[in-house]
């Protein structure tokens, strides 16, 4: 299948397909049928983002980032999952969360409570600031 998509793509995203995406999936399905959820992690929820034909592609990022702070103030631990992109070509997925066929899928930011805990932090010393004075001399 992927010598017949190299006929339709650039030669970077084949390459990028041939490279990444497919040993990715391949991994992606033997570590499912293990038992082991790589794509969310086994998260108990997770925030799909996706933009119509009219948004740019970068505002999802934008809302994904403001979601990822939120979750940090309330104390949820988070992480953004590019390779949800894949799902863009899964119909009944689309179908079935009510995902217009035009509006595509850029990222997931899976949410749940860290199973590490972190006892303690780096002590940084800040630095300090000299302010030059801007006024022009007089004389």
């Not at 650039?10 to 391949?26: C, N």
């Not at 940090?72 to 689309?94: Q, R, Y």
């Not at 035009?102 to 899976?110: A, P, Q, S």
């Amino acid at each position: 299948m992927l010598w017949m998509m190299k006929l339709r793509m650039s030669k970077a995203a084949h390459r990028t397909m041939r490279e990444f995406v497919v040993p990715l999936l391949g991994l992606l399905v033997e570590q499912y049928d293990a038992g082991k959820d790589l794509f969310t992690y086994d998260a108990p929820a997770a925030l799909l983002f996706r933009h119509g034909p009219q948004a740019d592609a970068a505002d999802i990022s934008i809302a994904a980032t403001y979601a990822m702070l939120a979750a940090e103030a309330l104390g949820i631990g988070s992480c953004m999952i590019g390779s949800s992109v894949a799902l863009n070509h899964d119909k009944t997925f689309k179908r079935r969360y009510r995902i217009p066929a035009e509006h595509k899928i850029g990222l997931t930011l899976v949410l749940g409570y860290s199973v590490a805990k972190f006892h303690a932090a780096l002590h940084r010393r800040l630095g300090s600031v000299t302010f030059a004075d801007a006024r022009p001399s007089s004389g």
